[in-house]
C-alpha cells in the first residue's frame, strides 16, 4: 500500500513540476509583457478575439464581417468556433489579449502533461517522464510553430491520443478507445486540418508496427487478435473523429467556397517546390533556435524549414 502511495506521490510531483517549470518559463507571456509573433497576432488572435467578443455579447460566430470584407468564421477549420477551452476562456476572461494568450500555453502545457502520462505509461520514471516532457514542449515543433496555434493544437492532444489507443490495444479495452477517438475529436476544434489527418495515419502506422514488433511476455493473445484490437480501436477513432468534425468540415467544404482557395488541391508546383529545406536550415537538426536567431542569414524559414529536432534528441531516443 506504502509502494502505491510513494508511486501516486511521485506522479503528482512529477506533474507539479512540470508546470511549474514551464509556467515560469512562458511567465513573460502569461504577464503580457511580450507578445506572440507573426500569424500567432495578426491572424489566430484577431480570430480569437472575435470568437471571445461574439460570445460574451451573447451571440454565436458564424460570419465574420472584418476579415476580407466578410467571410464565414465558423468554415474556417483554424478557427475555434466548437472549441471548449476557446467558448470558456471567452466568456470567462475580459481581456482577448489575456484569454489568447491562455489559450495559447494552456494548450502547449497540456501536450507536455499528456506527453508525461504517455512516457509514464511506457514504463519510464518519473524523472525520465519529466525530461521526455520538457523536451517534447521545447522541442524544434513547438518552436518553430509557436506563431500556428492550430499546430500547436495538434501537438497538445498527440501524446494523448496515442497513449489511450494504445492503451485500448494493450487491454482490449474499448474505453480507452474512445477516449483516443474525443482526444483526437477535439483536436479538430481549431486544429490544423492537415496535421489532424497525417495524425490519423501516423498512429495507424504507429500502432500496427507496434503490435507487430513489441509483445509483452504475459500477453496470451495471438497475433491476429491484437491485428484486431488495432482495427476496432482505429475504427472507433475514426468515427468519432467524424461525428465530431463533420459540423466544420461541412461548413469548410461548402460554405467556404468561394472565399478561400484552400478547398481547391494546392499547385503541385509550388506544394514541391516552395519553402525548400535549404542546406544552411540543416543546422536547425541540432538547434532548433538557430532559425529564429538566424533568419536573416540563414534564409530560412522558422516554421517551413525548421528540421524540428535538437542534439538532445539522439541520446534520449538512445
Known amino acids: 500500500m506504502s509502494k502505491l502511495k510513494t508511486i501516486k506521490n511521485s506522479r503528482v510531483l512529477t506533474i507539479i513540476g512540470f508546470s511549474v517549470f514551464f509556467l515560469v518559463l512562458l511567465s513573460p507571456l502569461l504577464m503580457l509583457r511580450v507578445e506572440p509573433k507573426w500569424d500567432a497576432i495578426d491572424y489566430f488572435y484577431p480570430a480569437f478575439s472575435y470568437l471571445a467578443d461574439s460570445i460574451r455579447e451573447g451571440g454565436f460566430p458564424l460570419w465574420d464581417p472584418f476579415t476580407n470584407s466578410g467571410y464565414p468564421y465558423h468554415a474556417d477549420p483554424q478557427c475555434n468556433t466548437l472549441n471548449p ?41 518519473p524523472l525520465g517522464a519529466l525530461a521526455a516532457a520538457i523536451t517534447y514542449t521545447l522541442s524544434g515543433y513547438f518552436i518553430g510553430h509557436a506563431q500556428h496555434t492550430s499546430y500547436i493544437l495538434v501537438g497538445a492532444w498527440l501524446p494523448w491520443v496515442f497513449a489511450f489507443a494504445d492503451k485500448a490495444v494493450l487491454r482490449s479495452n474499448l474505453g ?81 467556397k468561394g472565399y478561400t482557395d484552400r478547398v481547391n488541391p494546392l499547385d503541385p508546383h509550388y506544394a514541391n517546390y516552395s519553402h525548400p529545406f535549404s542546406f544552411t536550415a540543416a543546422i536547425s537538426l541540432f538547434f532548433p533556435y538557430a532559425t529564429i536567431i538566424g533568419k536573416n542569414w540563414m534564409g530560412a524559414d522558422i516554421s517551413m524549414t525548421n528540421g524540428y529536432m535538437g542534439i538532445l534528441a539522439i541520446p534520449l531516443a538512445a
Not at 110 to 122: D, E, I, K
Not at 227 to 247: D, K, Q, R
Request: hydrophobic share 60%.
Open 85 to 125: 477551452l476557446a467558448i470558456a476562456l471567452g466568456l470567462l476572461v475580459s481581456s482577448t489579449s489575456l484569454g489568447f494568450v491562455l489559450f495559447w500555453v494552456l494548450n502547449w502545457l497540456w501536450g507536455g502533461l499528456g506527453m508525461l502520462y504517455m512516457a509514464r505509461n511506457f514504463g519510464a520514471s
Open 176 to 256: 480507452y478507445a474512445l477516449f483516443a477517438g474525443v482526444s483526437i475529436g477535439l483536436c479538430s476544434y481549431g486544429g490544423y486540418p492537415g496535421m489532424v489527418l497525417f495524425l490519423c495515419l501516423a498512429l495507424a502506422i504507429w500502432l500496427f508496427l507496434r503490435h507487430s514488433l513489441t509483445i509483452k511476455a504475459d500477453d496470451p493473445r495471438s497475433i491476429s487478435q491484437r491485428y484486431f484490437w488495432v482495427l476496432a480501436t482505429l475504427a472507433i477513432i475514426g468515427v468519432l473523429l467524424i461525428l465530431i468534425w463533420s459540423p466544420t468540415l461541412n461548413a469548410f467544404l461548402i460554405e467556404g
